[in-house]
């Protein structure tokens, strides 16, 4: 009897492709099939680095399919290796659904790290405040992104969101819309490709720098907020929305609020309003 094969969660370059990992490199070389996103896209970074390996399509429109064909192979003891178009799978990409349904089938996931757009983003904007809040793609139609965004403004933390170029322009307006022009916005596009831009000015601004140049406005964008530090310094500090939340994950939200206002000392109404928040923020993901 076979033994039940392995299915290794692989990142890949999001731009250069010198940003490959040797691990992640030796373990494509060694695994019997490669589960891709867009395979036509995935055989040019595989011919790059000479790895001729059997390319399965696992994209958003068939991940469900997929998951249960890509099951029986490792079952049959196959290893395979799970890649997206770039960077990490399944984070704002597709690859959840599988890892979902291999874990629930018991069969061994392996992850073998490396570029991610998010923390490439971070590690260069300067944001000194800890913490981030990492969102991905806001919704596609505009009242829909602006009451997401009227959700997220109680989040005191770095707002990361992707977008891209056809949208930038509308999306940064309504970042200054409903989080006000005060905030400073990191612009990251084109991370580790030939016309990488990393730009930061107050949301005020930053339409009008959009629309100087068109060429600012092509290629994917990572959306770095920064957090409210006028705001953050006159409401809730970070402690005190730590404690909050974790009382919210235990705590029916009344009783939540009033072991934290005995905790904190803050006013029940403050904490209310900012535990109302949380809740629509959490309720808004699952």
């Not at 490439?120 to 969102?135: D, K, V």
């Not at 969101?161 to 990191?186: K, M, N, S, W």
């Not at 016309?195 to 959306?223: M, S, Y």
Request: aromatic share 4%; glycine share 8%.
């Amino acid at each position: 009897m076979n033994e039940i094969g392995t299915l290794y969660v692989v990142a890949t370059p999001i731009g250069n492709l010198e940003d490959i990992t040797q691990r992640a490199l030796d373990t494509l070389q060694q695994v019997d099939a490669i589960a891709a996103e867009d395979t036509r896209h995935s055989v040019g970074l595989l011919r790059h680095f000479g790895i001729s390996k059997p390319l399965l399509a696992v994209h958003e429109h068939n991940e469900q399919q997929s998951a249960q064909g890509l099951i029986k192979r490792l079952l049959a003891g196959e290893s395979i290796a799970l890649i997206t178009d770039a960077g990490t799978p399944a984070v704002s990409d597709p690859g959840a659904v599988v890892v979902q349904a291999v874990r629930q089938a018991g069969i061994k996931i392996v992850p073998v790290p490396g570029v991610s757009a998010v923390i490439t983003a971070l590690s260069a904007a300067g944001i000194t405040q800890s913490g981030f809040y990492f969102e991905g793609f806001l919704p596609a139609s505009g009242s829909q992104r602006r009451k997401r965004l009227q959700v997220l403004k109680a989040i005191p933390s770095t707002l990361v969101f992707y977008e891209a170029p056809h949208r930038i322009v509308e999306c940064v307006q309504d970042l200054h819309d409903v989080l006000g022009g005060g905030r400073q916005l990191t612009l990251a596009r084109e991370l580790t490709k030939t016309f990488e831009t990393i730009h930061t000015c107050p949301l005020t601004g930053a339409v009008d720098w959009l629309k100087a140049d068109l060429n600012q406005q092509r290629g994917e964008f990572v959306v770095l907020v920064h957090p409210d530090t006028q705001e953050k310094a006159e409401g809730l500090d970070e402690e005190t929305l730590r404690v909050l939340q974790r009382l919210l994950q235990e705590l029916p939200l009344k009783q939540a609020v009033a072991l934290a206002t005995d905790i904190t000392g803050h006013k029940k109404n403050e904490l209310y309003d900012a535990a109302l928040a949380l809740k629509a923020a959490h309720s808004s993901e699952t």
